[in-house]
Nanobody, 116 residues
């Protein structure tokens, strides 16, 4: 049974940084591509960053150069380092395998709020 537990969100001023963590179980983590997704109020969930089993990364244009995704296979954990945060980054952030769809299991997410 898949379980995903996101943490590390909070309230930060524009220009600040946060580091999100996601502990995964119930998946063959080391062989799975993982992604961070986010959903802002009244918007659809969107893909933010992905990391493949070989640690190849990809980013949405909106976060490129500011966010860094990484993984620790020994801990079954994926991270998202977020720097130079902007108010438009405000959203609930989720991790999941990549690709994932709305009918997949999703964890509770972690709220990130960036004040201007």
């Amino acid at each position: 049974q898949v379980q995903l537990v996101e943490s590390g969100g909070g309230l930060v001023q524009a220009g600040g940084s946060l580091r999100l963590s996601c502990a995964a179980s119930g998946v063959i983590f080391s062989m799975s591509a993982m992604g961070w997704y986010r959903q802002a109020p009244v918007k659809q969930r969107e893909l933010v960053a992905t990391i493949r089993s070989g640690s190849i990364t990809n980013y949405a244009d909106s976060v490129k150069g500011r966010f860094t995704i990484s993984r620790d296979n020994a801990k079954n954990t994926v991270y998202l380092q977020m720097n130079s945060l902007k108010p438009e980054d405000t959203a609930v952030y989720y991790c999941n395998v990549f690709p994932s769809y709305e009918n997949n299991y999703w964890g509770q997410g972690t709220q990130v709020t960036v004040s201007s």
